[in-house]
């Protein structure tokens, strides 16, 4: 019996067993000159005839012909069998068991759909996880952990309940914060220095544009470890070169990276000591990391390649599948040694600590007792009253205070308050710069420090 593990994220889907990587594609497909092509094949070619490239088939799982009616004979659905076809050519016919890890950006109903695609492979199928479930292999003692992985067009953060096991708790997905957004960004920052050190515009033709394409994801490994990437490509006979500062293509992806800061910081209360656990994939991306535990403080633990299909394949052995069909595991025993945060909070210089909360040009000193947001008055508390009118406003909304050196947001209403733009869980801790919106449209306020030596 030979068990392997696929994870269908189409930002690299793979395929394992237990001793190696087998494959590891992306979920591109080419339908150019009437041959369809999938994985790195269709990806190296995506620049070269982009009307016959489809790269959302796997989160739009269905059977609807597609928009083009040179193809509309075919759906996604198609697409991901021809996928999964070329993927099962290399795993080989000593095959006798597959467990498939999830990502959280497929619906029930593309679930059922990949079941039934798999049926008609003859896919020995024996069951279904939750991805972040299946990559967090260790219990994070004294913290609470929240995996992250980018699909090519989803950002997926996942907290991760420990009940004496990895159970989903809540999960999140940012649309339009994957791989494919940030390299179109990318390329066009790239092009761009070379335009200005070199002339040649490599956005010029299809051609050469693949080229940077190709490209792409070597300098972006460079950029994560390096302060600046030289660059050089060879079109036509010539070599061009040019060289990028790491924190431009830091900067060109800050809106994306600043989304997905923004809603990690969401998933995590005030008490929490946070255990951010990151595929290998986020790491690879110049500055990510950073930021995100720059933005929420606590631990952060990067998995190896692979990491969530060898999760997978080393936990489901206990999980046939025969006896009652096929299911969504959604939580799973660890199989690895637990770490010890440590009984610590996460800290903050003084610097990025509010001290003031600004709202219609008045700043509101923040204390060590509670300033209260609502529309009534509080008994005894030093309160900002908002108009009854606005819909979504509680009579004692939320309050802000200052807690062993931290600005601490606490909501009490049954609407809920929104930090950065996301409805925080409970509580949250702040830092200078950030936006509260309570209420619908809502009262805008901004989180300030001020230099009290110099007034």
């Given at each position: 019996?030979?068990?392997?593990?696929?994870?269908?994220?189409?930002?690299?889907?793979?395929?394992?067993?237990?001793?190696?990587?087998?494959?590891?594609?992306?979920?591109?497909?080419?339908?150019?000159?009437?041959?369809?092509?999938?994985?790195n094949d269709a990806f190296e070619h995506s620049k070269i005839d982009p009307r016959g490239i489809h790269?959302?088939?796997?989160?739009?799982?269905?059977?609807?012909?597609?928009?083009?009616?040179?193809?509309?004979?075919?759906?996604?659905?198609?697409?991901?069998?021809?996928?999964?076809?070329?993927?099962?050519?290399?795993?080989?016919?000593?095959?006798?068991?597959?467990?498939?890890?999830?990502?959280?950006?497929?619906?029930?109903?593309?679930?059922?759909?990949?079941?039934?695609?798999?049926?008609?492979?003859?896919?020995?199928?024996?069951?279904?996880?939750?991805?972040?479930?299946?990559?967090?292999?260790?219990?994070?003692?004294?913290?609470?952990?929240?995996?992250i992985d980018l699909s090519l067009h989803t950002a997926m953060l996942t907290r991760i309940a420990q009940?004496?096991?990895?159970?989903?708790?809540?999960?999140?997905?940012?649309?339009?914060?994957?791989?494919?957004?940030?390299?179109?960004?990318?390329?066009?920052?790239?092009?761009?220095?070379?335009?200005?050190?070199?002339?040649?515009?490599?956005?010029?033709?299809?051609?050469?544009?693949?080229?940077?394409?190709?490209?792409?994801?070597?300098?972006?490994?460079?950029?994560?470890?390096?302060?600046?990437?030289?660059?050089?490509?060879?079109?036509?006979?010539?070599?061009?070169?040019?060289?990028?500062?790491?924190?431009?293509?830091?900067?060109?992806?800050?809106?994306?990276?600043?989304?997905?800061?923004?809603?990690?910081?969401?998933?995590?209360?005030?008490?929490?000591?946070?255990?951010?656990?990151?595929?290998?994939?986020?790491?690879?991306?110049?500055?990510?990391?950073?930021?995100?535990?720059?933005?929420?403080?606590?631990?952060?633990?990067?998995?190896?390649?692979?990491?969530?299909?060898?999760?997978?394949?080393?936990?489901?052995?206990?999980?046939?599948?025969?006896?009652?069909?096929?299911?969504?595991?959604?939580?799973?025993?660890?199989?690895?040694?637990?770490?010890?945060?440590?009984?610590?909070?996460?800290?903050?210089?003084?610097?990025?600590?509010?001290?003031?909360?600004?709202?219609?040009?008045?700043?509101?000193?923040?204390?060590?007792?509670?300033?209260?947001?609502?529309?009534?008055?509080?008994?005894?508390?030093?309160?900002?009253?908002?108009?009854?009118?606005?819909?979504?406003?509680?009579?004692?909304?939320?309050?802000?205070?200052?807690?062993?050196?931290?600005?601490?947001?606490?909501?009490?209403?049954?609407?809920?308050?929104?930090?950065?733009?996301?409805?925080?869980?409970?509580?949250?801790?702040?830092?200078?710069?950030?936006?509260?919106?309570?209420?619908s449209p809502g009262f805008e306020f901004q989180l300030i420090t001020t230099d009290e030596q110099n007034?």
């Amino acid at each position: 019996m030979t068990r392997f593990a696929i994870h269908i994220l189409d930002a690299g889907i793979t395929l394992l067993n237990s001793e190696r990587i087998i494959y590891r594609e992306p979920g591109f497909a080419s339908l150019g000159n009437g041959n369809l092509i999938t994985g790195n094949d269709a990806f190296e070619h995506s620049k070269i005839d982009p009307r016959g490239i489809h790269h959302r088939y796997w989160s739009d799982l269905d059977t609807t012909p597609l928009a083009d009616q040179r193809f509309n004979h075919l759906s996604t659905a198609d697409l991901a069998v021809r996928q999964l076809e070329q993927i099962w050519e290399k795993a080989g016919t000593e095959v006798s068991e597959l467990v498939v890890a999830v990502p959280e950006y497929m619906s029930a109903q593309n679930l059922g759909l990949f079941l039934g695609i798999a049926n008609e492979l003859k896919l020995p199928v024996i069951g279904l996880v939750d991805a972040a479930v299946a990559a967090t292999r260790r219990e994070y003692k004294n913290a609470v952990p929240v995996h992250i992985d980018l699909s090519l067009h989803t950002a997926m953060l996942t907290r991760i309940a420990q009940p004496g096991m990895a159970q989903t708790e809540r999960s999140e997905l940012l649309d339009s914060c994957g791989t494919y957004a940030l390299y179109d960004a990318w390329l066009n920052t790239i092009a761009n220095a070379f335009v200005q050190q070199s002339r040649f515009d490599p956005l010029h033709t299809a051609e050469s544009e693949q080229m940077l394409l190709n490209r792409l994801a070597g300098w972006l490994r460079e950029a994560a470890i390096h302060e600046q990437v030289e660059m050089e490509l060879d079109f036509r006979g010539t070599t061009y070169a040019a060289s990028i500062e790491s924190l431009a293509l830091v900067g060109t992806a800050a809106p994306i990276y600043q989304q997905i800061a923004n809603k990690l910081h969401a998933l995590f209360r005030a008490e929490d000591v946070p255990a951010i656990q990151v595929t290998d994939r986020i790491a690879r991306l110049p500055g990510l990391a950073d930021m995100l535990k720059a933005r929420v403080g606590g631990e952060l633990f990067v998995l190896e390649p692979g990491a969530t299909a060898r999760g997978a394949l080393a936990r489901c052995r206990g999980h046939t599948g025969a006896d009652t069909g096929v299911s969504l595991i959604r939580k799973l025993p660890w199989d690895q040694s637990a770490v010890d945060i440590g009984q610590h909070t996460s800290e903050q210089s003084a610097s990025g600590t509010p001290t003031h909360l600004l709202f219609r040009h008045m700043a509101y000193a923040i204390g060590n007792s509670p300033l209260v947001l609502g529309s009534d008055d509080s008994d005894g508390e030093r309160t900002i009253e908002l108009t009854a009118e606005m819909p979504g406003v509680s009579r004692r909304h939320c309050s802000l205070s200052r807690k062993n050196g931290q600005c601490v947001l606490e909501d009490h209403s049954r609407y809920g308050t929104f930090l950065n733009g996301n409805r925080i869980d409970g509580s949250s801790i702040l830092r200078v710069g950030d936006s509260l919106r309570i209420g619908s449209p809502g009262f805008e306020f901004q989180l300030i420090t001020t230099d009290e030596q110099n007034g």
